[in-house]
């Protein structure tokens, strides 16, 4: 059973174009995250959601727009994609603090911009 | 703010050797969980251990040890008889209470040689 899962695995876009990746979790987990990884390997959060709503955004570039239909599922849109924008992107879920801290990790989505 | 330093970007041990990965922190709260997270070469993120930071008991799994120490804001990992399978990279995190997020030191690459 795969607990978070993305999809895709690898996007090749051009500069410029708009693309999406899509996040489901079927922990029941209340709370749901973006992380950037970069060509370094350095790893950054971009967005948190709880329950659908947004309660994190750490200057993110408004290109990025996380969509959370459900708490199992939240996307990312990106706009007008940019070289810099090249990285493995991870969702990640979490239960509510009171019952648990731990962050279960996708597989990645690692994204290339031309 | 809440910082992780990894101060070793690279370490290399023989199988069934132990080695320690190094990891200190800053966080201005009282409550908050430590984490080490691992790497291969899937790219996949995998939880080795973690550690509330009110538990004065160092956490173990099987092979994996850390070595909290709160007062030095320390929270090393000991590795014992490595296998050829650790070889990933080793990301240190620390996330604050609520609805925080993790923040990543830049991790550790370590090589297990035959």
């Known amino acids: 059973d795969t607990a978070v899962s993305q999809t895709p695995k690898y996007l090749v876009t051009q500069m410029g174009n708009d693309k999406s990746i899509k996040c489901e979790q079927n922990?029941?987990?209340?709370?749901m995250y973006w992380y950037k990884q970069d060509s370094k390997k350095f790893l950054k959060i971009m967005f948190s959601y709880n329950n659908k709503e947004l309660i994190i955004n750490e200057t993110v570039p408004n290109r990025f727009s996380p969509k959370s239909p459900d708490k199992a599922h939240l996307n990312l849109h990106i706009n007008s994609l940019e070289l810099g924008d090249s990285a493995v992107y991870f969702c990640?879920?979490?239960?509510?603090?009171?019952?648990?801290?731990?962050?279960?990790f996708g597989p990645g989505t690692r994204l290339l911009v031309l | 703010a809440q910082t992780v330093t990894q101060s070793q970007p690279e370490m290399s041990v023989q199988e069934a050797e132990t080695v320690t990965l190094s990891c200190t922190y800053d966080?201005?709260?009282?409550?908050?969980?430590l984490f080490w997270y691992k790497q291969p070469p899937s790219r996949q993120m995998i939880l080795v251990i973690r550690q509330e930071a009110y538990k004065q008991q160092n956490a173990t799994e099987n092979r994996f040890s850390v070595n909290f120490q709160k007062a030095a804001k320390s929270f090393s990992l000991k590795i014992s008889d490595s296998q050829l399978g650790d070889t990933a990279m080793y990301f240190c995190a620390l996330r604050g209470s609520g609805y925080s997020t993790l923040t990543f030191g830049k991790g550790t690459m370590l090589l297990v040689s035959p």
């Open positions: 922990l029941g987990h209340d709370t």
């Open positions: 966080t201005s709260e009282n409550n908050y969980y």
């Open positions: 990640a879920s979490s239960p509510e603090p009171r019952l648990g801290e731990t962050q279960y």
